[in-house]
């Protein structure tokens, strides 16, 4: 690849991080997630913008979530720093940097309870957004 490909490539410009949050909340919706909330974390920590939480009915279910999702913001010119718990499927962490998805099992996300660990975050009214 030439220093001009590179270039033009490594200047994408990725959309916001609120834009890319709703899109995986809307990704989340198409493929029956329930209970999705996004925080707004800007105001909390400087280590990430957004969390997108998401709650999966089975470990199947949990895989396609959080594969669609990652497609979805490849496609946005984004691309995922790490991903934590898909083997065991109770808890899937994906890390875009300024965006964390958290897909949880229903079980799992009433134990970490992460919406009342971030109760000071603001709630991003996704579905309106945009």
């Not at 990725?14 to 029956?32: G, N, T």
């Not at 964390?100 to 799992?108: I, L, Q, R, W, Y």
């Amino acid at each position: 690849m030439s220093s001009a490909t590179f270039s033009r490539t490594a200047l994408k410009k990725l959309a916001p991080p609120l834009e890319r949050a709703v899109l995986c909340a809307r990704v989340a919706s198409d493929h029956k997630a329930r209970d999705i909330l996004v925080l707004d974390m800007r105001g909390i920590t400087p280590l990430y913008d957004f969390f997108v939480i998401a709650t999966g009915s089975s470990r199947r279910q949990i895989h396609t979530l959080s594969e669609e999702i990652e497609a979805a913001m490849r496609a946005a010119g984004d691309r995922r720093l790490a991903i934590e718990g898909y083997e065991g499927s109770k808890w899937v962490v994906q890390d875009f940097g300024d965006v964390v998805v958290h897909v949880f099992d229903a079980p799992t996300r009433e134990y970490y309870s992460l919406e009342d660990l971030w109760a000071d975050a603001p709630r991003i009214d996704w579905e309106q957004v945009g």
